[in-house]
């Protein structure tokens, strides 16, 4: 499966942005969606993940109550609506596939990756 995340861009501390992930490929079989990101320097780290049906959904503790990650499967794409942008939310968020039925936050538990798109939060 492919994956094309897209929707990042530059906003003020305090707005919006909401991130889309579209799968293209073997779209038919059940994938939870996950989404991570990489400030500069630091490592890959977990933002939020979805199960195939949407009942199950999860959170690092320093984005819960301001992202909300959701998906159109008819669609076959996820999203990450994120309020209340911080500074230290500036980075390369990747979505990610994982052909199973858990909903991991380990980027080892996902086997295929989108190419990233760049978020920047200016204070």
């Known amino acids: 499966v492919q994956l094309q995340a897209s929707g990042g861009g530059l906003v003020q501390a305090g707005g919006s942005l909401r991130l889309s992930c579209a799968a293209s490929g073997r779209t038919s079989r059940s994938y939870a969606m996950g989404w991570f990101r990489q400030a500069p320097g630091k490592e890959r780290e977990f933002v939020a993940a979805?199960?195939?049906?949407?009942?199950?959904?999860r959170y690092t503790d320093s984005v819960k109550g301001r992202f909300t990650i959701s998906r159109d499967n008819a669609k076959n794409t996820v999203y990450l609506q994120m309020n209340s942008l911080k500074p230290e939310d500036t980075a390369v968020y990747y979505c990610a596939a994982d052909e199973g039925v858990r909903v991991g936050v380990r980027d080892y538990e996902y086997d295929y990756w989108g190419q990233g798109t760049q978020v920047t939060v200016s204070s």
């Open positions: 979805i199960s195939w049906s949407g009942g199950s959904t």
